[in-house]
């Protein structure tokens, strides 16, 4: 941590289920995996379903989150219908030339973003850019849902875990990997709370590819190595990318600017695989007897079993 900050008092040692926000980061030191895409997406279906949500753009450089919400937000400005928008906070590049000048200023920045939003959303949905920095790895510490988008491809998996033609030289655990076990033991540390994380394949062919198929055994070899849970995310369709100018996705009532009002099947799917997004995750999604903090609970302790159980099941 940053010399002289705590995140005591914030996440500090406050039971993991206690805090409202569920924290969502989505990340992957593999660049142009789909994480902004999935950020969005996620963002407005948790709106969408009537949540309070927070957003936070870690990608100071980039900026996808943002930009994407500030078309939203100029939309929203002569729309038909209600257009829901996030409580979102864009982080600033620290501009001293001072690394431990900025990594102080950038900490001080998250934490005040932080400590804005726990406990008034549900949901805290973070966005992270593909380097490794020191805020990157502190923000994966935060996860309750981490989220890593690949694309169906051995340069993706391998940085997971390396993949390699002579088996002697296969199966390392390789640098995001590595990242991601290391938030954990720290997150264990901090609070004693867990980090469900989800490998989500995106930007899927309609056609399952030799390779494709391969991938996706690759990736459910890794899964009890390193504590994941595999998903099927996305398929690649113009749907995901091509609203970003007006800040919309598919599950915006997009019908209502078409010429006959009807959505194309490929409009239909996308809708449909967003929605298969958010069950995959599991999220501590409330119910009209179950209220938001029961939910974050029962998902603590259904977590907390699932990785007890794929543990013992290794050490077998
Ligand atoms: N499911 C999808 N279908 C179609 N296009 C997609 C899909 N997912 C991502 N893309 C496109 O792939 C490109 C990379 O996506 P995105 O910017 O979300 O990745 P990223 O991981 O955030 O990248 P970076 O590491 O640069 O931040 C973009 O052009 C985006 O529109
Ligand atoms: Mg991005």
Redesign the pocket.
Same mark, same amino acid.
């Given at each position: 941590m940053a010399p002289g900050n705590s995140f005591s008092g914030q996440f500090g040692r406050d039971e993991p289920e206690l805090r409202s926000a569920h924290v969502i980061v989505v990340g992957?030191e593999?660049?142009?995996?789909?994480?902004?895409?999935?950020s969005i997406h996620l963002t407005v279906a948790l709106l969408k379903a009537g949540y309070r949500v927070a957003s936070i753009d870690l990608?100071t450089r980039?900026k996808?989150l943002t930009r994407f919400l500030e078309n939203r937000h100029s939309f929203a400005d002569g729309a038909q219908w209600p257009v829901e928008m996030p409580f979102h906070h864009a982080l600033e590049r620290g501009a001293s030339a001072s690394i431990q000048d900025n990594e102080t200023h950038e900490f001080a920045a998250f934490a005040e973003a932080i400590s804005q939003v726990e406990h008034a959303y549900e949901f805290v949905v973070i966005?992270t850019?593909?380097s490794d920095s020191y805020l990157m790895r502190l923000a994966h510490s935060l996860a309750d849902t981490l989220v890593s988008?690949v694309n169906e491809s051995y340069i993706d998996v391998d940085v997971f875990s390396r993949v390699h033609h002579d088996r002697s030289q296969r199966g390392a655990i390789a640098h995001y990997a590595d990242l991601v076990l290391e938030a954990r033991r720290r997150r264990r540390l901090v609070d004693g709370g867990i980090i469900d994380w989800v490998l989500l394949r995106?930007?899927l062919a309609s056609l399952k590819s030799n390779n494709a198929k391969q991938i996706e055994r690759s990736i459910s070899r890794l899964a009890s190595e390193l504590q994941f849970r595999p998903a099927e995310?996305?398929?690649?369709?113009?749907i =995901?990318?091509e609203l =970003?100018p007006i800040g919309l996705t598919a599950l915006d009532p997009i019908e209502e600017g078409l010429k006959n009002q009807t959505l194309s099947t490929s409009q239909k799917s996308a809708r449909r695989e967003i929605a298969e997004l958010v069950t995959s995750l599991q999220l501590p999604l409330r119910g009209s007897d179950v209220p938001h903090l029961q939910a974050r609970h029962l998902w603590f302790e259904r977590v907390s079993n699932y990785y007890r159980d794929i543990a013992s099941h290794d050490d077998d």
């Amino acid at each position: 941590m940053a010399p002289g900050n705590s995140f005591s008092g914030q996440f500090g040692r406050d039971e993991p289920e206690l805090r409202s926000a569920h924290v969502i980061v989505v990340g992957n030191e593999k660049g142009g995996t789909g994480k902004s895409t999935v950020s969005i997406h996620l963002t407005v279906a948790l709106l969408k379903a009537g949540y309070r949500v927070a957003s936070i753009d870690l990608d100071t450089r980039q900026k996808t989150l943002t930009r994407f919400l500030e078309n939203r937000h100029s939309f929203a400005d002569g729309a038909q219908w209600p257009v829901e928008m996030p409580f979102h906070h864009a982080l600033e590049r620290g501009a001293s030339a001072s690394i431990q000048d900025n990594e102080t200023h950038e900490f001080a920045a998250f934490a005040e973003a932080i400590s804005q939003v726990e406990h008034a959303y549900e949901f805290v949905v973070i966005d992270t850019p593909a380097s490794d920095s020191y805020l990157m790895r502190l923000a994966h510490s935060l996860a309750d849902t981490l989220v890593s988008p690949v694309n169906e491809s051995y340069i993706d998996v391998d940085v997971f875990s390396r993949v390699h033609h002579d088996r002697s030289q296969r199966g390392a655990i390789a640098h995001y990997a590595d990242l991601v076990l290391e938030a954990r033991r720290r997150r264990r540390l901090v609070d004693g709370g867990i980090i469900d994380w989800v490998l989500l394949r995106n930007r899927l062919a309609s056609l399952k590819s030799n390779n494709a198929k391969q991938i996706e055994r690759s990736i459910s070899r890794l899964a009890s190595e390193l504590q994941f849970r595999p998903a099927e995310g996305l398929h690649d369709r113009v749907i =995901f990318r091509e609203l =970003f100018p007006i800040g919309l996705t598919a599950l915006d009532p997009i019908e209502e600017g078409l010429k006959n009002q009807t959505l194309s099947t490929s409009q239909k799917s996308a809708r449909r695989e967003i929605a298969e997004l958010v069950t995959s995750l599991q999220l501590p999604l409330r119910g009209s007897d179950v209220p938001h903090l029961q939910a974050r609970h029962l998902w603590f302790e259904r977590v907390s079993n699932y990785y007890r159980d794929i543990a013992s099941h290794d050490d077998d």
